[in-house]
């Protein structure tokens, strides 16, 4: 292990519960790889208590942190400065704590997303086509902001409320809007499940997937477990598919360059570590 000292860089994450969170697992495996004298850790104040803290972090006591659920929207609103990313998903998961007392807030969710399909699909353009998103969530925001900051032509939002949908689509742009379910897989590019559906093994979206184009890419934000019924359901019908474990992953990479200037060192299998970490085999 290498040694940390009184003079150990730290960065961390806030969220509520925070228990259960695989960023501590992929920082520090980079961290000890790297040889770096720093430290992630995760922390998990009351819903009253997150102002408090990150209030009480300025002025570069630490580098940053990660921001999970239910924590991103106020992440945001705490923040002095944000990147247009950001702003447009309307949530941070990122926050970096200037010397000059400022917070700077970033989201690199939907970095997550276009990494996880550049490496799973290799040669997919998300201009190619329409963006299907399911659900109008906190996650569904961030996939909806990186598709249409990305260049997809138009993207369709289905969500049980239609109203939440409905809000979404407007904050976002007039590429976006909100869509009755049937009908809405048809000329798909790509298909994102960022709904809660399908966590911890039940089922997925209803949606019809056999409508969606032989060419169609699905990805599912949700991990646990790596395979979903949604992406089973995907691949029976040879859609090409990605996972959540991926996006995940590939959201930290960001994020550990921005605490620690510089990239997370090669030659670390973290997608091994995470799978070990849910409890499934690499
Ligand atoms: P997150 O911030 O993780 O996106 P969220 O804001 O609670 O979490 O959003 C959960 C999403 O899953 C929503 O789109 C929700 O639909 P509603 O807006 O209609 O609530 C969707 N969802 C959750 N349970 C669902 C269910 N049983 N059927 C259909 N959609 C569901």
Request: charged share 20%.
């Amino acid at each position: 292990m290498s040694e940390i000292t009184g003079a150990a860089m730290v960065a961390g994450i806030i969220g509520r519960p925070v228990t259960h969170s695989l960023s501590p697992v992929l920082h520090n495996a980079w961290i000890e790889a790297a040889g770096l004298n720093a430290v992630y850790a995760p922390l998990a104040p009351t819903a009253a208590g997150f102002r408090a803290l990150v209030d009480g972090l300025r002025g570069g006591v630490i580098r940053g942190v990660n921001v999970t659920i239910p924590f991103k929207e106020e992440a945001l609103a705490v923040a002095d400065e944000a990147s247009d990313r950001a702003r447009l998903a309307g949530a941070a998961n990122l926050l970096l704590f200037r010397d000059d007392g400022t917070i700077f807030a970033d989201n690199t969710d939907g970095l997550g997303m276009l990494g996880a399909l550049a490496v799973q699909v290799p040669g997919f353009d998300p201009r190619a086509g329409p963006a299907v998103i399911l659900g109008a969530g906190g996650a569904a925001r961030g996939a909806a902001a990186a598709v249409f900051l990305a260049g997809a032509p138009e993207i369709r939002i289905v969500n049980r409320t239609a109203d939440r949908a409905e809000a979404l689509a407007r904050d976002i742009g007039a590429t976006v809007s909100a869509v009755a379910a049937e009908g809405a897989l048809i000329g798909a590019n790509l298909i994102v499940n960022a709904t809660s559906l399908g966590l911890g093994g039940g089922p997925g979206p209803d949606a019809d997937l056999a409508a969606a184009p032989k060419t169609t890419v699905v990805l599912d934000m949700v991990y646990k477990p790596l395979r979903t019924d949604f992406l089973i359901r995907a691949a029976h019908l040879g859609l090409r598919t990605v996972d959540g474990l991926e996006m995940l992953i590939r959201q930290a990479i960001p994020s550990f360059e921005a605490f620690f200037d510089q990239a997370p060192p090669a030659g670390v299998d973290v997608r091994a570590l995470a799978l070990r970490a849910v409890g499934e085999s690499a």
